[in-house]
């Protein structure tokens, strides 16, 4: 069965940092493109940053390029969020996803809290 799950949400000020973990279990995670979401209170949730099976490709949403960074250790199974400069308008829930393509909605996790306030 496969699992996906978040670590190292929490409470942040402006301009500060921080990095989200997402460990994945139960699958080929070499295989699959791994891709950070978030959804705002009151919001639908966005793709934030996605990045290929290989590593080689990697995708930002306009309001977090520059500021995020997405990577992935395939010997861990693990996929991280690099998050600096933060923003009151980032706090959201993040979650994890990881689809073998773009014609599945894949598996997810249950999400991290990520707070931006000072």
């Known amino acids: 069965q496969a699992h996906l799950v978040e670590s190292g949400g929490g409470l942040v000020q402006p301009g500060g940092s921080l990095t989200l973990s997402c460990a994945a279990s139960?699958?080929?995670?070499?295989?699959?493109?791994m891709n950070w979401y978030r959804q705002a209170p009151g919001k639908g949730r966005e793709l934030v940053a996605s990045?290929?099976?290989?590593?080689?490709?990697?995708n930002y949403a306009d309001s977090v390029r520059g500021r995020f960074i997405i990577s992935r250790d395939d010997s861990k199974k693990t996929v991280y969020l690099q998050m600096s400069s933060l923003k009151t308008e980032d706090t959201a829930v993040y979650f994890c996803?990881?689809?073998?393509?773009?014609?599945?909605?894949?598996?997810w996790g249950q999400g991290t809290q990520v707070t931006v306030s000072s």
């Open positions: 990045i290929i099976n290989t590593g080689t490709r990697k």
């Open positions: 996803n990881g689809r073998p393509n773009r014609f599945v909605d894949g598996y």
């Open positions: 139960g699958f080929i995670f070499s295989a699959y493109t």
